[in-house]
């Protein structure tokens, strides 16, 4: 984008989610940022390559000598940074106190605490507010400040305490300017050697007269480069430009010629698990696998190109076969032979580097990055694979092509993160992914709705599943991802932005005082809305291991107000002391879900506790590792609260072994056996009544488990209003827990 004389441009805020039509994330309007945003200098400071200010990267406000940091009033602020210019702080004696412009030119509209953009260089950023140096012209007692939490820009009195973060200006005496344009009917990115080129649009960066710039362009998906105009010339890749003065390039890409017809795309679908007795994830995943094949089906695969293998062969049409290990290899290596690409959809439980193919086999990150370089040495194209399971970012490393191949790899959540699941698989991950692939957004724009959607519920950075994505080989989720995915299209058809439902207002903020009731609603955009929900996360809720999924949460549906796209609900169960943090979603008629809007109810007394459910693997609560030589001892413990109803207590194990454990159930009223030897074979509740507390107790105490993954679930699911209560724990045993 080329500034006209006397004009200024102003850059895109870089909100890409819209809210509705004709919206700043529809829209994007503006100078395209940097990519990366910033460049850590290496010196404690950092430059913005978008405005070209310079910021200390420590945003800590830290005592520097004689210059006190910390919480400061406005005049104290500007003391703070006069004095560092008097320390020559960093080797600099200009820095200044921000003013609000460039303080909130910082902000990434896509984000919050911190509301920076993603890979930011910045340390000990304080989820507070900032001073600027602009005073408020209404009220001059009071000066802006920008809110590093939330990311929003207001006043404080300038008595006030906040924090600082100062900025100086690059001089740019003597500098020439080099500006990057593309042309062509197809896409692609311009890449300087020094970093401060990376263009998906029209980008500029300063260099001194003695510089020597090396530019790479790179074609994306689908498009080719066909070579270079102004002061680059010629077809190379590459091209070197020495600075003596003001220098542009322009890059052309043109679409590729179409691969041959008889090489379409192809997709397999693998439901893992099974509806084996204790698989509480099977109708969340049945729910997203058929979703998934109605999406391919709308995006022109035909039924012939598509392998859905499931445990409902025979029962589900559409289904060409069972899930086990040998169905997966041959249809991943031998049926695709003849196609271009392939799309790949796999869902059930996981841990670190293994999946749950039923109850007795489990697919390892190893074998199947194997049996996709089988796959890619027989196919023209790509693999896109998207993985929903807990710990499925452990697949990344594994899962990296050859140096030749192209993949597009998503997964649900970090190595090290659950995934969320709730009401049977409908509010998930893969839910909102190929809700947006099915309205024909582009893969990179599905893989952002989809980890804005799951994320925008699940507010403690803790407990977040961070969904990964990785598209340049190199195994890892990082900054450099995207540029494949944010042009690549899951098969054909038109684009129908309007498939997707849009929550347009909603519910604020409630504060209770002792009563138990608050009315939740939403405004939607259409009318052909079949279902909306309101998922209730408690104050200190445990989602227990992260290998075992969250499937359990209070809910509640809410129901249409007359005509008029206003939905209502009244939830009656806000007893505990805390804040409950709240996301509703609105579900249309073709199953697809909308971006939730998310609210809070605090309850300021404690009205009344509800159970807690605790398990622990040898005195620990988080996940263990031992030898099949060490001892293993469970225990439980409940509270009942102050609820008085009768309720099911589940305590399970499901297992992942070479002998075929299977799933085992704590038969409490078999008082033949010990209370630690009362483990038997299936799947039942193991006490049902009154609810009580129960101690401390050890219910296993067990040397020389056979290697493998032990999944214990200790879970309360009450009588009246059918909410659930659970903890689980992970215990792998290995021959070796160091490695």
């Not at 441009?9 to 945003?37: F, I, K």
């Not at 379409?264 to 509806?275: F, L, N, Q, R």
């Not at 670190?352 to 990150?365: D, H, P, R």
């Not at 589940?650 to 630690?676: E, Q």
């Amino acid at each position: 984008m080329i500034a006209l004389a006397g004009t200024i441009n102003l850059p895109q805020t870089g909100q890409t989610m819209t809210y509705a039509t004709g919206d700043d994330g529809a829209s994007q309007v503006g100078v395209a940022w940097s990519n990366p945003r910033f460049k850590d200098n290496g010196d404690q400071t950092v430059t913005d390559r978008l405005t070209g200010l310079v910021w200390t990267k420590d945003g800590g406000t830290p005592t520097i000598g004689i210059c006190a940091g910390g919480w400061l009033t406005w005049k104290m602020a500007l003391t703070y940074v006069d004095c560092l210019n008097i320390v020559n702080y960093l080797g600099y004696s200009d820095w200044r106190l921000p003013n609000k412009e460039e303080l909130f030119s910082l902000l990434d509209r896509r984000t919050y605490n911190p509301p920076l953009p993603s890979g930011h260089p910045f340390t000990n950023v304080i989820s507070d507010t900032y001073w600027s140096s602009t005073t408020w012209a209404y009220n001059t007692s009071s000066a802006w400040y920008v809110n590093m939490l939330r990311g929003n820009m207001n006043m404080s009195d300038k008595t006030g305490a906040l924090y600082v973060l100062p900025v100086r200006s690059e001089k740019a005496d003597n500098l020439v300017n080099l500006l990057i344009s593309k042309a062509g009917t197809g896409s692609g990115t311009v890449k300087s050697s020094d970093g401060k080129i990376d263009c998906g649009d029209a980008c500029t960066a300063k260099y001194t007269p003695d510089a020597s710039v090396t530019l790479t362009a790179t074609a994306s998906s689908g498009s080719t480069f066909d070579g270079w105009g102004r002061d680059c010339t010629g077809v190379s890749s590459t091209c070197t430009l020495e600075m003596t003065n003001n220098l542009g390039a322009t890059a052309t890409f043109n679409k590729a010629a179409p691969p041959p017809t008889n090489n379409a795309d192809k997709a397999i679908i693998v439901a893992g698990g099974g509806p084996y007795k204790g698989n509480d994830l099977w109708e969340a995943t049945k729910t997203n696998t058929d979703l998934a094949y109605n999406t391919l089906r709308i995006r022109n695969f035909t039924a012939d190109n598509i392998y859905y293998l499931s445990e409902e062969e025979g029962v589900n049409p559409i289904v060409k076969g069972n899930a086990t290990r040998e169905n997966i290899k041959n249809v991943i290596t031998t049926w695709p032979k003849d196609a271009n690409d392939i799309i790949i959809f796999m869902i059930d439980h996981g841990e670190e580097g293994s999946f749950k193919i039923n109850e007795k086999e489990t697919l390892s990150a190893k074998e199947l990055g194997d049996w996709f370089n089988t796959l890619q040495n027989k196919i023209t194209g790509m693999i896109v694979f998207v993985y929903e399971a807990c710990e499925s970012g452990s697949f990344l490393p594994y899962l990296k092509p050859p140096s030749d191949k192209k993949r597009i790899i998503i997964t649900s959540s970090r190595f090290d993160r659950e995934s969320y699941l709730p009401i049977q698989g409908t509010v998930s991950f893969s839910n909102f992914f190929w809700s947006r692939i099915n309205s024909g957004a582009k893969v990179w724009k599905a893989f952002d709705y989809a980890k804005d959607g799951i994320t925008m519920h699940q507010s403690d950075n803790k407990t977040q599943q961070l969904p990964q994505i990785d598209d340049n080989g190199d195994g890892i989720y990082n900054q450099k991802d995207g540029i494949i995915a944010s042009d690549y299209h899951i098969g054909t058809g038109s684009l129908s932005a309007g498939s997707v439902p849009t929550i347009t207002d909603g519910s604020g903020n409630q504060k209770l005082n002792g009563g138990t009731s608050a009315t939740l609603w939403i405004d939607t955009d259409t009318s052909k809305i079949k279902k909306v929900l309101a998922i209730i996360r408690p104050p200190g809720f445990n989602s227990g291991s992260t290998s075992e999924p969250v499937t359990d949460m209070p809910y509640i549906e809410l129901t249409e107000i007359g005509n008029n796209k206003r939905y209502e609900g009244t939830y009656s169960r806000f007893t505990e002391k805390g804040t409950y943090e709240i996301a509703v979603f609105a579900i249309n008629d073709e199953g697809y879900i909308s971006l939730p809007k998310t609210t809070q109810v605090t309850q300021t007394v404690q009205v009344s506790a509800n159970p807690i459910a605790e398990i622990t693997a040898n005195d620990n609560t988080d996940d263990i590792c031992i030898t099949p030589a060490d001892t293993l001892k469970i225990d439980v413990k409940l509270a009942k609260g102050d609820k008085i109803v009768d309720a099911e207590l589940w305590l399970y194990v499901t297992t992942v072994t070479a002998v075929n454990l299977g799933t085992w159930y704590y038969d409490y009223y078999d008082v033949s056996r010990p209370l630690d030897q009362r483990w038997t074979p299936g799947y039942k509740v193991t006490h049902q009544g009154s609810l009580f507390d129960l101690p401390r107790t050890t219910v296993l105490s067990y040397t020389g488990l056979p290697k493998g993954s032990y999944t214990f679930v200790f879970k309360v699911k009450t009588t009246e209003d059918k909410e659930s209560y659970s903890d689980s724990i992970l215990v792998n045993v290995k021959d070796n827990c160091g490695n």
